[in-house]
């Protein structure tokens, strides 16, 4: 599976961004799919994880609330609609799939990732 991932840019603080994934290839073999972040000289870590089935969505605390994952199954694509955004927001977004059904916020667990896209908000 390819995953690219698009629709990063610059926003100021409170302002809103959609990003999408597209997937391509073996996209039958996905059964969740994710968005994981990294700011600069921190760890990349879970943002929120979709089934591709049920549609079941699964946040971490900081976005819970502010930020809404789905999914278009005929398109293959993933969103990931940002509000409210905050300075702490910035980083590398980055979009990942995998096989498992069961939502997973651990790395290990995805089995495909995209190039990744920057957001940055401004204060």
């Known amino acids: 599976v390819q995953l690219q991932a698009f629709g990063g840019g610059l926003v100021q603080a409170g302002g809103s961004l959609r990003l999408s994934c597209v997937a391509s290839?073996?996209?039958?073999?996905?059964?969740?799919m994710g968005w994981f972040r990294q700011a600069p000289e921190k760890e990349r870590e879970f943002v929120a994880a979709?089934?591709?089935?049920?549609?079941?969505?699964y946040y971490a605390a900081p976005a819970e609330g502010r930020f809404t994952i789905s999914r278009d199954n005929a398109k293959d694509t993933m969103y990931l609609q940002m509000d409210n955004l905050k300075p702490e927001d910035t980083a590398v977004y980055y979009c990942?799939?995998?096989?498992?059904?069961?939502?997973?916020?651990?790395?290990?667990?995805?089995?495909?990732w995209g190039q990744g896209t920057l957001v940055t908000v401004s204060s």
């Open positions: 990942a799939v995998s096989g498992r059904y069961d939502l997973a916020n651990i790395r290990a667990s995805y089995d495909y």
């Open positions: 290839g073996r996209t039958f073999t996905m059964k969740s």
């Open positions: 979709i089934s591709v089935g049920a549609g079941t969505t």
